[in-house]
């Protein structure tokens, strides 16, 4: 099983919403991640998780809230978000560890943000 | 410079062809290379994975990688229409992962 699920598949949401994104993993892996797509672009990094502590921020405004409550859960808080945060959130896994073996990582369907 | 360099194409091929898809980067401590299939509003499949010089094969899929130059490629033999996508070239390091722009393939019928 290399199933990454995330809820929900489309949110739409005004400026003053409080809304959370969700990602679920049970391969084991230690690593998650959140990526910000946009239209004909690449996968822009966000956040990353490693053994449940945050290990990377790429600069991201704090109107966007990790959390990793436990190793198989990533969430995404949003508040006061902006029509330009409108894309696409992928969160995605990896079974890399600390000491040595990196592995692949395994991508959810994302969820479709829509901010107005 | 980016990180990691990839020709955004488009690139339109006829059916039946091979398909050369590259990337190049400039971070040497990149120990792990990727391929992944995207199609329009989905997540990104992985394809293909591996983490050492030489070639790696999988059913039409080649993926090459040359630590030397710095250069990853993947190969599509007898392309098919159901090939067309985008193909993001990803490449991590601990606990990074960074991602190439993509580039945009159709294969003709």
């Known amino acids: 099983d290399t199933e990454v699920t995330q809820t929900p598949k489309h949110l739409v949401m005004g400026m003053t919403n409080k809304k959370s994104l969700k990602c679920e993993q049970h391969?084991?892996?230690?690593?998650m991640y959140w990526y910000k797509q946009k239209a004909k672009k690449p996968p822009e990094l966000m956040f990353v998780?490693?053994?449940?502590?945050?290990?990377i921020n790429e600069s991201v405004p704090s109107r966007f809230s990790p959390e990793c409550p436990n190793s198989s859960l990533l969430n995404l808080h949003l508040h006061a978000l902006q029509p330009e945060d409108s894309a696409l959130y992928l969160c995605?896994?990896?079974?890399?560890?600390?000491?040595?073996?990196?592995?692949?990582?395994?991508f959810g369907q994302g969820t479709r943000l829509t901010v107005v | 410079q980016k990180e990691v360099e990839q020709d955004p194409g488009p690139l339109s091929v006829p059916e039946g062809a091979i398909v050369s898809l590259n990337c190049t980067y400039s971070n040497s401590a990149f120990q792990y290379f990727m391929w992944y299939r995207q199609y329009s509003r989905k997540g990104p499949e992985l394809l293909m994975y591996t983490y050492s010089s030489g070639n790696k094969e999988d059913g039409r899929f080649t993926a090459q990688v040359d630590k030397s130059s710095k250069y990853i490629s993947l190969f599509i033999r007898d392309s098919q229409p159901s090939d067309s996508a985008t193909y993001l070239c990803?490449?991590?390091?601990?606990?990074?992962?960074?991602f190439g722009a993509g580039t945009r393939l159709t294969v003709k019928p």
């Open positions: 990803a490449m991590k390091v601990f606990p990074d992962m960074r």
């Open positions: 995605a896994s990896s079974q890399d560890r600390m000491r040595g073996g990196i592995t692949e990582a395994f």
């Open positions: 998780y490693s053994y449940e502590k945050l290990s």
């Open positions: 391969m084991g892996h230690r690593a």
